[in-house]
């Protein structure tokens, strides 16, 4: 039997196998699935939207990921048809979207709010729009069967919304969208009402489910890490715009801006002057008296000329904390510690070095004890390697 998606059950590879080999937007040949061409939605003056030119492929799972108020949401509704574009086009398929209502169209929408009919029976929610298109009663029951099982949901189907818990009604406001068998689900903030643990638990149980079904999905989400975790790629948006598409790891290891290396993840940028650049190696000039050394062609290909003003941008767990002085050389800084936060996991500690900006310097806490325990007001030496950093112009 076919699942929501139109993917067949039961002969589907391991999540791990389909994830590792999936990457059509390094293909040439590859035709998007959903692309957005010069788009924008203007509010009077205001531009939510501007220009935005993005080719996502089918049974990718794509974020939109940005601060709120940066147009992801708006670009997301535009594809649903809950908005109309100021300017240029929508193709899904191949199929220009203008002038389609948002029921005609192909794509199912997962609201933050849930929306659940409070009236109704979790099963009612589900087979709403199922009978709204005026199916038969008994697929309507053997869909609404499928998809309770599918979410995790099997004998809830008489219960209200008010007897379920968070993370139940997320599943069912999800049974919904998917059980109309949409090409593309759309997801606009999913796991907000959630808690801390049932959100990550429920990020991984999105993947299978997306992988499972073979469907595309597109998360609106704030939230870094929630995309990190589940997007083959990841559109930052800032101010209506795009400013870096790629995988987590490009995200994460080579950020295109400064912008979007303090939005995705912790970071330290230390302001220099270019001193020189030999090939992939840049030299920096730091304030009071520090030099780095950075390999690694600068993520824009413009920049790190001599005398250029550039950012040495290291993430706090590329560097270490050393609690005796190390041999002088690039890339090594001296400070104090001013705080330091125990999570667990991590140790992340604050330290001032000597032009009175502030370091953040995060540890794996591999042992359980640790010979020579650093604290408050040590005096430390943070180092870290040559492609450790990236070099960043704006």
Not at 88 to 98: E, F, K, P, Y
Not at 118 to 132: D, E, T, W, Y
Not at 186 to 213: N, S
Not at 257 to 265: H, M, W
Request: hydrophobic share 45%.
């Amino acid at each position: 039997m076919a699942e929501p998606g139109g993917a067949p059950r039961g002969a589907h590879q391991p999540v791990g196998s389909v994830r590792r080999s999936f990457a059509p937007w390094t293909d040439p040949a590859a035709q998007a699935f959903i692309r957005f061409e010069d788009v924008s939605r203007r509010f009077g003056s205001v531009a939510a939207v501007d220009g935005v030119d993005l080719a996502i492929y089918e049974r990718e799972f794509f974020c939109l990921l940005g601060p709120s108020g940066c147009g992801k949401t708006t670009l997301m509704r535009m594809l649903a048809g809950f908005e109309t574009p100021s300017a240029g086009r929508i193709l899904l398929g191949g199929q220009d979207l203008a002038g389609l209502p948002p029921y005609r169209r192909p794509v199912n929408m997962m609201f933050q709010s849930y929306a659940l009919f409070p009236h109704m029976s979790v099963a009612g929610n589900i087979a709403f729009g199922l009978k709204q298109e005026g199916l038969p009663r008994s697929e309507i029951e053997d869909r609404v069967a499928a998809i309770l099982k599918l979410v995790q949901l099997e004998g809830f189907g008489a219960r209200r919304p008010d007897q379920l818990s968070g993370g139940q009604k997320q599943r069912v406001a999800l049974a919904r969208a998917l059980v109309k068998r949409p090409k593309v689900l759309l997801l606009d903030e999913p796991l907000g009402a959630l808690d801390k643990k049932l959100r990550e638990e429920t990020q991984f149980e999105l993947m299978d489910l997306q992988v499972e079904l073979g469907m595309t999905f597109l998360v609106v989400t704030h939230d870094q890490d929630e995309a990190m975790t589940m997007a083959d790629r990841i559109a930052v948006m800032e101010r209506g715009r795009l400013a870096q598409v790629g995988t987590p790891a490009e995200i994460y290891e080579s950020p295109a801006t400064r912008s979007v290396a303090a939005f995705v993840g912790d970071i330290t940028l230390f302001e220099g002057t270019v001193e020189r650049r030999d090939g992939e190696v840049v030299s920096v000039a730091g304030a009071a008296g520090q030099a780095f050394r950075v390999v690694g062609a600068p993520r824009d290909g413009a920049v790190a000329a001599a005398g250029d003003a550039v950012a040495v941008a290291v993430r706090p767990e590329k560097m270490e904390l050393l609690a005796d002085r190390p041999e002088a050389g690039p890339n090594v800084l001296e400070g104090e510690i001013w705080d330091i936060g125990y999570l667990g996991d991590w140790t992340t500690y604050r330290v001032k070095i000597a032009d009175g900006s502030i370091v953040k310097v995060a540890r794996a806490n591999a042992a359980r004890h640790v010979a020579r325990p650093l604290t408050w007001e040590d005096r430390v030496w943070i180092r870290f390697a040559p492609d450790a950093a990236v070099v960043l112009a704006r």
